[in-house]
């Protein structure tokens, strides 16, 4: 059997002070009102299985109102092992254990990778360039552990130049040295996240066509230093370095690293219109559906086993082919978790199989 979650624990997490959930190896559906803490027993799964949350919260946001301490715990079992994987919140500090070893955020990734789909990610065509960079960051750093360094190294190294951008004596000397080294992780970021949007692009445009067969839907990399694909890792980093010797009066002007993968753009298109500026709303939510659906199978090709597909309130915000769609990858081996104010919006195949659990109901 491939590894699964079995079992999830939270204390003074969240909205909760006591909650055990014992999910069904196939579909489970958290249903209940609004604000009953459905979206924070997601979040805990999320951050037990990927090391980070979508709602990016301090420490403290984690501690129940009125506890000093908060506690998340997942058991995970397959493949003839057994992994207990337990999140502590304290002081101000999140720490993790993994078989009761202290681990940093990475010790947690990849065992069980998780895809969440959530009402924020709907608007993830028609919001800047940065949502739609870091989603492609952080499925990959769930994917490789080299990914997840190089993200890692490259913001700091931003951050860090940047800085001496904003000193009011520019050492053009260490300037220079940190253009090289940024130059260098940058470079190696590009050939990764291109690589991995390959993926990607292939599994969208199989995904998308099943929900809009009549539409052509496209997937590109836009970097600041031109073309990657078919260039080395040398080429991409001279360039880097060129384009940071001739913007350097702008920089330092503006006091930022103005070329780099962080200023690079994803760009869909919708039979080769920009689907940003063009796309419906339908069309515009298909395409992150598409994605989502994407991040499974691409999940599946390079770990071997699928993820733990979280899916947070998403139901209410599709239509019924699309709901359709995504439920569709359930059926299909895939341990899924959802939330949900209605059961109405699930198929009386989808509920059968399922296992149902009612949140904030005494």
Same mark, same amino acid.
């Given at each position: 059997?491939?590894?699964? #979650?079995?079992?999830?624990? %939270?204390?003074?997490? =969240? ?32 951050? #037990? ?25 997942? !058991? #995970? ?5 057994? %992994? ?31 895809? #969440? ?5 709907? @608007? ?7 949502? !739609?960079?870091?989603? $492609?960051? @952080? ?53 990764? =996240?291109?690589?991995?949007?390959? /993926? ?23 970097? +600041?230093?031109?073309? %990657? ?22 920089? /330092? ?5 103005? +070329? ?12 080769? !219109? ?13 395409? %992150? ?7 499974? /199978?691409?999940?599946?090709?390079? $770990?071997?086993?699928?993820? $733990?597909?979280?899916?947070? @309130? ?25 939330? +949900? ?22």
């Amino acid at each position: 059997m491939a590894m699964q #979650l079995t079992h999830l624990t %939270v204390r003074d997490f =969240r909205s909760f002070e006591a909650y055990d959930l014992d999910p069904s190896p196939a579909t489970t559906i958290l249903v209940g009102r609004n604000a009953v803490g459905k979206t924070n027993l997601v979040e805990a799964l999320q951050l #037990l299985t990927a090391g980070q949350s979508f709602r990016r919260p301090a420490p403290r946001d984690l501690v129940r109102e009125g506890a000093r301490a908060a506690m998340a715990a997942a !058991r #995970l079992e397959g493949e003839g092992r057994v %992994v207990d994987i337990r999140l502590d919140v304290t002081g101000g500090k999140r720490s993790f254990k993994r078989n009761g070893k202290g681990v940093a955020a990475a010790g947690v990734r990849g065992i069980v990778p998780s895809v #969440l789909f959530c009402p924020d990610h709907l @608007d993830m065509v028609k919001r800047s360039a940065r949502v !739609r960079r870091e989603a $492609l960051d @952080d499925f990959g750093m769930q994917l490789n552990e080299q990914y997840a360094k190089l993200v890692s190294a490259y913001a700091r190294s931003v951050e860090q130049r940047n800085a001496l951008l904003k000193e009011p004596v520019l050492d053009t000397g260490l300037l220079e040295a940190w253009d090289e080294s940024i130059a260098l992780t940058g470079a190696a970021l590009l050939q990764h =996240r291109c690589a991995l949007l390959d /993926r990607v692009r292939a599994h969208m445009a199989e995904a998308y066509a099943t929900i809009a067969p009549h539409e052509e839907i496209g997937v590109a990399y836009e970097a +600041t230093v031109g073309p %990657v694909e078919g260039a080395s890792r040398e080429e991409l980093a001279d360039r880097l370095v060129e384009a940071f010797r001739a913007r350097r009066e702008e920089e /330092r002007r503006r006091g930022m690293t103005l +070329t780099g993968p962080h200023r690079d753009e994803i760009v869909f298109t919708i039979d080769g !219109r920009d689907a940003r500026a063009f796309g419906s709303q339908g069309q515009q939510r298909s395409v %992150v559906l598409a994605w989502k659906m994407a991040e499974v /199978r691409v999940t599946r090709d390079i $770990l071997g086993r699928y993820p $733990l597909l979280l899916l947070d @309130d998403v139901m209410s915000e599709l239509d019924a082919s699309r709901r359709d769609a995504i439920m569709g990858i359930a059926e299909r081996s895939v341990q899924t978790v959802v939330t +949900t104010t209605n059961l109405g919006y699930f198929s009386h195949e989808v509920l059968d199989g399922a296992k149902v659990v009612r949140i904030g109901d005494e």
